[in-house]
Every structure is written in structure tokens, then in C-alpha cells.
């Protein structure tokens, strides 16, 4: 399997994960108000998940080559997870 083929399927599953368990991000973040102090609580984890996906990307990639990634796998990495922000947006706002 490719670099490529392996970010999108570390991507993908993170992304799958992090979608599945959207209803209790919410209701932790509804328990927690006070603590967390969160206006928007449904962009609060639409930035979860996409921090999420990108560390998880990054940190998988750095697996793959042994070494940190470049620039231009960072991007690459950015661009990959970005393409599926409609897809995030759609379970968390629907």
C-alpha cells in the first residue's frame, strides 16, 4: 500500500471514529459548561475532529517514514483531511 493509501485509510478511520462518537462529545461538553466555558459547542467539536484527524495523520506518516514529515507532506496531509470537512460538517450540524 502507498503512503497516500495509507494516510487516506488512517484518515478515514479517525474521521469515521471521531463522527461515531459526536453525541457524547456533545453531551460531555453540555456536562462540563462550567469547566469548558464552550459557546459553540458544535464548532468546538468540529475543531476536534479535524485537530484529530491532522494529528493523527501527521503522526501516522511520521510512522511510515521514520522521521518528521516535510512541508509538503504536511500540506498534503492538510488537503487530504480538508476534502472531507463537508462530510464532518454534515454529521455535526444536520
Not at 478511520?13 to 458544535?42: F, G, M, R
Amino acid at each position: 500500500m502507498s503512503e497516500d493509501e495509507q494516510l487516506k485509510v488512517v484518515i478515514e478511520q479517525t474521521i469515521s471514529k471521531a463522527i461515531a462518537t459526536i453525541p457524547s462529545y456533545l453531551q460531555e461538553i453540555e456536562e462540563n459548561k462550567d469547566i469548558l466555558k464552550v459557546t459553540e459547542q458544535k464548532e468546538f467539536v468540529y475543531g476536534l475532529i479535524i485537530g484529530m484527524a491532522l494529528s493523527m495523520a501527521v503522526a501516522s506518516l511520521t510512522s511510515i517514514k521514520k522521521g518528521m514529515p516535510t512541508s509538503e507532506d504536511q500540506l498534503k496531509i492538510r488537503d487530504m483531511v480538508y476534502s472531507k470537512i463537508p462530510e464532518i460538517r454534515k454529521e455535526i450540524f444536520k
